[in-house]
């Protein structure tokens, strides 16, 4: 009788606390990479090792860095983690070093790496020139911005400096606030009195329902658009009355096939972005494994530059993965 094989290990690491410990991603990376399975593409099992840091902006890099290496000491072949690009910032250098293939899936594109691919949950860099496009369409030709004080909100605040100036869209004033204010009357009241057509927020999300309270609190009603933060709705039920009538850039989208597939095996999962991304990369990791010519951490590397045109969950039917020699950006349309 023969020994089964060993199990390929592969890592979930979580840089802000999960309120389940994680345990709705791995079920939709789960449902993605059996499908693989399904097909007898595997020749063995996957298992998961999981570590839950407390990375930035609530938490530190040391934490990052200790669950990164944990992960390495564990024998993981593969790392899907983390998802905030100040983290991912710090992870990528880690998984070179390393030589661990890893998949984050940030907003930041300066997250990838040689060994660090990128599922990308919305874009620092192209989120921006959309909503200075929609201001302009809508005939609003000043805005004040609001944008967290981190790596991920002055990525976003760049890029919108430079898509404004394209629309012709003149900055009545900026505000940089803490990634976790709770109260920000003052900064708004402040940004009120220059006038402006409409109200931009660029950030990871926590601050948007300070802004909300802020504007119903100070009884002001202006245009608001927001970068893909607001998915946070999807969680947070009790934040969405706050942003009645803003306008912000989503991840999903009711007309792509793949998630209604992914509907049918898990409505949890397709009920929102990070369920269809994890779904989505569970899929990326099966095909990895099932390409690679050798079942170890530069061979998964080499299997994640060989996936093609798969149909993606995320986005607008038609949008599509794969990857590529120095191309580490999954989603591709």
């Known amino acids: 009788m023969h020994e089964p094989a060993a199990p390929i290990l592969v890592g979930l690491l979580f840089d802000f606390p999960q309120a389940d410990g994680g345990e709705s991603f791995a079920e939709a990376v789960r449902v993605g990479l059996d499908e693989i399975a399904a097909a007898g593409r595997l020749d063995r099992p996957v298992e998961f090792v999981t570590r839950l840091a407390r990375g930035l902006p609530l938490g530190t890099e040391h934490d990052v860095v200790t669950a990164f290496g944990a992960l390495d000491d564990a024998g993981v072949l593969l790392i899907l983690g983390p998802s905030i690009s100040d983290n991912g910032l710090i992870a990528a250098p880690l998984a070179d070093a390393a030589r661990i293939p890893c998949i984050n899936y940030t907003g930041g594109e300066r997250t990838r790496s040689e060994f660090m691919f990128h599922y990308q949950i919305g874009s620092l860099e192209e989120e921006p020139p959309l909503l200075a496009r929609r201001l302009a369409q809508r005939g609003l030709r000043s805005a004040a911005v609001i944008h967290d004080h981190s790596p991920v909100g002055h990525g976003y605040a760049r890029s919108f ?3 404004r100036a394209l629309e012709g869209i003149e900055t009545t004033g900026v505000a940089a606030i803490s990634p976790l204010a709770d109260d920000l009357r003052p900064v708004v009241a402040r940004l009120r009195e220059s006038s402006p057509d409409a109200l931009v927020y660029l950030g990871l999300g926590v601050a948007s329902r300070a802004v ?3 504007l119903a ?12 933060s607001l998915m946070f709705g999807y969680a947070r039920r009790d934040w969405r009355d706050g942003w009645a009538g803003w306008e912000y850039l989503d991840g999903v989208a009711d007309d792509n096939q793949m ?4 509907r049918e095996k898990s409505q949890r999962a397709a009920s929102g972005p990070i369920g269809c991304a994890a779904y ?3 899929r990326l990791v099966g095909e990895a494994i099932a390409r690679a010519g050798h079942l170890t951490r530069a061979g998964l590397k080499e299997g994640l530059e060989r996936v093609k045109q798969l149909p993606a969950t995320s986005g607008v039917g038609g949008t599509t993965m794969g990857f590529g020699l120095y191309d580490h950006a999954a989603l591709k349309g």
């Open 280 to 282: 989505d990369m569970g």
């Open 161 to 163: 400096e430079d898509a």
């Open 212 to 214: 909300a309270v802020a």
């Open 217 to 228: 609190d100070l009884g002001w009603s202006v245009p608001v658009v927001a970068n893909s």
């Open 259 to 262: 998630r209604e597939h992914l």
